[in-house]
């Protein structure tokens, strides 16, 4: 927690964890930001799992929720340390079919093309974007390796 120096681009950001489906957690964040910068310019939230149930049991609010903000789905991200490439190393084979298989680009996504997605988001000239689902992955085919 705290702000940090982005790396190679200059100035500040305010890192936190905060689970957004805990009562009083974007608050503690709004106030530890204030705290530290004085106010919050730009946000993006990384969050994942599923609001509300099925089609049938999610509540008006679920949606509403849902539609407010712009969102961004990433697929399969490669990146040093993560499981994918403890994946790659465990089992080259699986993985090479895996790729094959779901990647038309023959490889999984990188950090810093989602990145680049959220930078978008967060810039000028994506404010007459709302509710977007802005899916970044390469055409994956599936959301695993094991076909499920």
């Known amino acids: 927690m705290g702000g940090t120096e982005t790396d190679g681009v200059g100035g500040d950001v305010f890192t936190c964890v905060a689970d957004v489906t805990s009562p009083g957690e974007v608050e503690r964040f709004v106030d530890e930001a204030a705290d530290g910068f004085g106010?919050?310019?730009l946000l993006v939230a990384n969050?994942?799992?599923?609001?509300?149930?099925?089609?049938?049991?999610?509540?008006?609010?679920?949606?509403?929720?849902?539609?407010?903000?712009?969102?961004?789905?990433?697929?399969?991200?490669?990146?040093?340390?993560?499981?994918w490439e403890t994946y790659a190393q465990q089992d080259p084979d699986g993985f090479a079919e895996f790729v094959r298989r779901d990647f038309p680009a023959g490889r999984l996504g990188h950090a810093e093309e989602v990145a680049d997605v959220v930078a978008f988001l967060l810039s000028d000239r994506a404010t007459w974007i709302n509710g977007a689902d802005i899916t970044v992955d390469g055409a994956q085919g599936r959301p695993s390796a094991f076909g499920y």
């Open 39 to 41: 106010r919050v310019d």
């Open 47 to 83: 969050v994942g799992g599923i609001v509300g149930g099925g089609l049938l049991d999610s509540t008006a609010q679920d949606w509403a929720r849902t539609f407010e903000l712009n969102t961004v789905s990433p697929g399969s991200t490669i990146f040093p340390g993560g499981s």
